[in-house]
């Protein structure tokens, strides 16, 4: 049994619907990778595995249990956690606020996690008291990726980690997510910079229009000309 579920999913906004039919499964411990071209629908499934679009059909199971009409804070609580594509920290707290509100759905933070998260994202320790708003692209992503970490997910969704940085540091958040991936931690994640994705990752999905195109592993999805040809630049 895989740990995320997803079979035959309608979903969208309201009336219109964005996705169709869509198949997706993570097992226990896997990186699966999602890419796609822009408004293939790629961060509607994100969202949708959290409970942030409107179902028409199809389900979500996690762990053996249906999550289809859960709300995220349900989600969360289950072992699943999201990092949002935009808009993924508090500017205007610190970082030490933003990682506390990570786990608010808690009685206490547990110490523990917060060191560990701050032991994974050594940056975010010595700038614990600063702005999340003043400090760079990639730290704010850090400091996103720390957030979701709080609570010691299961199952971490990523969308788009690497947009916006600059390039040695794509490959540092690459290495990241290894990292979180060797400690047990399944990981979702969507990627505009697919060559790199779908070579990091154990399996991928291509999307597009609402649908699924290609799902193997990612090489084998690398190494397929119809996949490069149409979704990878040749
Ligand atoms: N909140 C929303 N309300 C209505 N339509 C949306 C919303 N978010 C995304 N869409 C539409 O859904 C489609 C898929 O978008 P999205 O899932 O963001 O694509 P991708 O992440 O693959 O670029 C696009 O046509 C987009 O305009
Ligand atoms: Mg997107």
Do not use: W
Request: net charge negative.
């Amino acid at each position: 049994m895989s740990l995320l579920t997803v079979e035959e999913l309608d979903a969208g906004y309201g009336d219109l619907q964005i996705l169709d039919d869509v198949d997706l499964t993570v097992d226990a411990g896997e990186y699966v990778t999602i890419v796609g071209p822009n408004g293939a629908g790629k961060s509607t499934a994100m969202k949708s595995v959290f409970g942030l679009t409107d179902h028409m059909g199809g389900s979500v199971r996690f762990d053996g249990v249906d999550i289809t009409d859960d709300n995220p804070e349900d989600i969360i609580r289950k072992g699943l956690s999201y990092v949002p594509q935009n808009e993924n920290v508090f500017p205007s707290l610190s970082v030490e606020e933003n990682l506390r509100m990570g786990a608010y759905i808690l009685d206490s933070v547990p110490s523990s996690a917060l060191d560990a998260v701050y032991d994974r994202f050594p940056i975010l320790r010595e700038r614990r008291d600063q702005r999340a708003g003043t400090m760079s692209g990639g730290q704010q992503q850090m400091l996103a990726m720390g957030r979701a970490l709080m609570l010691e997910p299961e199952l971490l969704l990523l969308d788009e980690p690497s947009a916006g940085l600059a390039p040695d540091l794509v490959d540092e958040m690459f290495d990241k997510i290894d990292e979180i991936n060797a400690t047990g931690t399944s990981i979702l994640m969507v990627e505009q910079n697919a060559k790199t994705a779908l070579r990091r990752c154990d399996r991928g999905y291509v999307l597009a229009q609402g649908q699924n195109r290609y799902v193997d592993e990612g090489d084998a999805l690398l190494d397929d000309e119809d996949v490069r040809r149409e979704f990878l630049g040749g």
